[in-house]
């Protein structure tokens, strides 16, 4: 602890054998992955401060680091975190509408995220975050703004808006699906965004929760 706000957490080749091992078998009853919950204390302490409208940052892909370090904490208006591994293999989710697959390389990648979020006033605030993994011939960069504001006691919206970068080498290109709207540069990289707007009515006698995305 820097101090009351603010949390150092770093580790050096950690063994992660006492949390079960994840595995990327699909469950015969369905034909998506599943989501497992993370239960590592490096990912878990203070892992609010990393968290979005959209849930960007999903640590369970991040097997077995060399190394990890994380910063999270707050300073008056401003809160933030970053964290940063190394990993020794790299897994990639390729999902699909038909169904999904959990692709294993052999071979180091780097995973980083960064939450900053800014709190004007009571009423509104105002944040960033970035997700960042490569590794040789892979990477996926997810960039993306949010807001929030409470219009009354009763009423608020929040909003957020991404943009991906993503390289697959032509190994991923081969087992991956991907959406026929989807453009698909020469050079084996490919981009699309996300939206997300919410409206929030709660007052005493009723409540409306109006929200509309397209990923």
Known sequence: GINANNLLNATINPDFSTVESDSSQLSVNTNFSLFYEEKRAFFLDNSEYLSSDFNLVYTRNIADPDYGAKITGRIDKHSYGVFTTKDTETN???PGNLESSL??????????????RYDYDKDLTIGTIATIRSADDYHNYVFGID???R?????????????????????LLSIATLPKTLTQ???NTFSDQAFKLNFNHDSEYWLLDLEHQTI
């Open 185 to 187: 540069n020469t050079d």
């Open 92 to 94: 990639i989710l390729l």
């Open 103 to 116: 692709v294993t390389l052999d071979k180091e990648s780097n995973s980083s995220a960064l939450r900053y």
């Open 151 to 171: 219009i009354s006691e009763s009423n608020s919206i929040k909003t957020q808006i991404l943009n991906s970068d993503t390289l697959y080498s032509d190994e």
């Open 147 to 149: 807001a929030r504001y």
